[in-house]
């Protein structure tokens, strides 16, 4: 972190120069950080406290929004378990998937290069496409998954049409994509240094024991970054419902977002959709803060070589 | 090294090379997984609908039907919607990492007063989700500056520093480049912008270029805001074009997967000549934070 340097008085004149040019390099991050970051949070919470539908001038109602919100709103309630599921299964599923595979790109094997090249390539597809493409595989009659269903004797599955199955069927997609995990989490493993595996294997620690006590404990500030990264990612979810199944069947995929769009951009109340917009972020807000809370327990730190 | 020692070495190579092996396998099965989607995808773009409800489909069209795309970009207007999401990210990118360079200078090298409150309320707003602020931003876009239908609420934000995380990836990699080479410029006569554009911009290229991938892909992925501030159809966007599309021909899944594939294309491209920066670029957010 940096300190405000106490300048002797003779080379203020430097200084006066020198924060004249900072202050007009970080004119744009100024009214960045104004107008589309901190005044937008504020009027957020001001908005909510108001009927506004971008028709009439709005009324001041106080915490009405919030009550009705929890009291009579239909679909909240599933909207939130909808989400925290998907946030959750995208999350265990892509982190302990790319994980896996970054460890099995990290040994000698041929091609390395063009693998990983591989796994990244979902990343840079367009996300409603992704899920227009895959719409048709999860397809009812004559997608390729019933295809597979059918070859094994099982019956069919509507995935994406049936209430229960379009979460995890829409987590499949978000893991597929977490190509970028597996890049990070490469890298993450060629940083560790070699010499404690070699120290280990001459100890005669065998794979799971290294894999335990070495790799993992020296890749847990990685693997929290991209835990963060992808919870804060998936907890926002809102293209699958966009794209494809808006919302349904029924209330399954109602992310918390797309329930925001909803009530701002097709029914237009604008004051309600504030109020959810802010308790979406108290709930991720939450998230966030409990994983940062429990991280101080169990990222392991070095110590030294990184500032 | 005695001859057990030797022995020992020897099967441990044998051993090696058998995991490295099965290693092999589990990571071909694992990228076919990753790419059999995008195959069954195109594969179905050129079939005939006839052919894709055969039981049990085949892996490879009876006949290439690239005539599907052609019947395809009637309705699905790929170069016009290409344009025009060209048109959002060409000048998003320039603008985020010019601007996103001059404030991480300004974080990395330079002193002024208020430097700690500065920094801390844009690494604070890294962390708030960009959802929370979409109503009021759309309220002050098209109320207040009255731009409805228009591209400028998408592409204005990355005027204004492009977004504090690439301010921050910029900031982090200035700090690492040695401040010698700035100092001995400061002592040849150069001023801070000269330091800034003739030593600093040359040494963080790579961070330049990865900020740039990093917006393209945002707005590429992008469909929200997209479909909240653009309304009339000859302004769609490949997104939104595709979207529309699939509403529109809900059946006809061969010309619905080549307007996919259409849409696949450009990132696929664009990665494959890009893809060290990529690579890298992403590597770099992982070891810098």
């Avoid at chain 1, 007009?24 to 937008?40: K, N, Q």
């Avoid at chain 1, 597929?176 to 001459?202: C, D, K, R, T």
């Avoid at chain 1, 991209?226 to 109602?254: D, W």
């Avoid at chain 1, 108290?282 to 070095?302: M, P």
């Amino acid at each position: 972190m940096e300190t405000i340097d106490k300048s002797p008085r003779r080379r203020s004149h430097i200084y006066a120069s020198e924060a004249r040019v900072a202050y007009i390099c970080l004119i744009p991050a100024f009214i960045g950080l104004i107008f589309l970051t901190y005044l937008p949070l504020l009027s957020v919470l001001g908005i909510s406290l108001t009927n506004w539908t971008g028709l009439a001038a709005p009324k001041f109602v106080g915490i009405d929004n919030y009550i009705q919100l929890f009291k009579t709103d239909p679909y909240i309630k599933d909207s939130i378990i909808a989400t925290i599921y998907f946030a959750v299964l995208s999350v265990a599923g892509s982190m302990i998937y790319s994980l896996f595979i970054a460890m099995l790109l990290n040994r000698k094997i041929p091609a390395r290069g063009f693998f990983r090249a591989v796994f990244y390539v979902p990343y840079v597809l367009p996300a409603a496409a992704i899920y227009v493409g895959w719409s048709w595989l999860y397809e009812a009659n004559f997608g390729f998954f019933n295809f597979l269903l059918s070859e094994v004797g099982l019956h069919k599955v509507l995935f994406i049409a049936d209430s229960s199955h379009v979460v995890p069927s829409l987590s499949l997609i978000s893991v597929w994509l977490a190509g970028n995990l597996i890049v990070i989490f490469l890298a993450g493993l060629q940083n560790v240094p070699s010499v404690y595996h070699e120290a280990a294997e001459m100890d005669g620690a065998n794979g799971w024991q290294r894999f335990r006590h070495i790799t993992l404990p020296c890749m847990t500030p990685i693997i929290f970054y991209n835990l963060l990264m992808s919870l804060i990612a998936n907890l926002q979810v809102v293209t699958p419902a966009l794209s494809l199944t808006n919302g349904g069947p029924g209330n399954a995929s109602r992310f918390m977002t797309y329930l925001m769009y909803d009530q701002a951009f097709v029914n237009y109340k604008l004051g309600y959709a504030c109020a959810t917009t802010f308790v979406i972020f108290a709930i991720l807000a939450a998230f966030t803060g409990v994983l940062f809370k429990t991280s101080k327990g169990w990222i392991f730190d070095e110590g030294g070589d990184d500032k | 090294m005695s001859e057990a020692a030797f022995g020992r070495l020897k099967s441990k190579k044998r051993k090696d090379r058998t995991a490295n092996l099965i290693t092999l396998v589990v990571v071909v099965l694992f990228a076919v997984f990753v790419l059999f989607p995008i195959w069954w995808i195109f594969r179905t773009s050129l079939m005939t609908n006839a052919e894709i409800y055969k039981y049990p489909p085949s892996l490879l069209p009876a006949d290439w039907l690239f005539s599907n795309y052609k019947k395809t970009l009637e309705i699905f207007k790929f170069w016009k919607y290409l344009w025009n999401t060209m048109i959002i990210i060409v000048p998003s990118c320039l603008a985020g990492t010019f601007t996103a360079t001059l404030c991480g200078y300004a974080f990395a090298r330079l002193r002024f007063r208020g430097k700690q409150l500065i920094w801390a309320l844009c690494v604070g707003s890294m962390l708030l989700p960009a959802m929370v602020t979409l109503i009021p931003l759309y309220i002050g876009w098209t109320r207040g500056l009255g731009l409805h239908d228009s591209y400028l609420p998408l592409i204005l934000p990355y005027f204004c520093g492009g977004g504090a995380f690439n301010i921050f990836l910029i900031r982090q990699f200035i700090v690492s480049i040695p401040r010698e080479l700035d100092q001995a410029a400061t002592i040849d006569g150069a001023g801070y912008f000269r330091i800034l554009f003739s030593i600093i911009v040359p040494a963080i290229r790579p961070a330049m270029i990865v900020v740039a991938l990093f917006i393209f892909i945002t707005l590429w992925n992008d469909l929200l805001q997209q479909m909240i501030y653009i309304n009339s159809s000859d302004k769609f966007t490949i997104a939104l074009g595709l979207t529309n599309f699939r509403g529109q021909l809900k059946q006809d899944w061969s010309l619905t997967m080549a307007a996919t594939c259409m849409s696949f294309a450009p990132g696929v491209l664009f990665y494959l000549i890009g893809q060290k920066y990529f690579v890298e670029g992403i590597t770099l957010t992982g070891m810098k934070n």
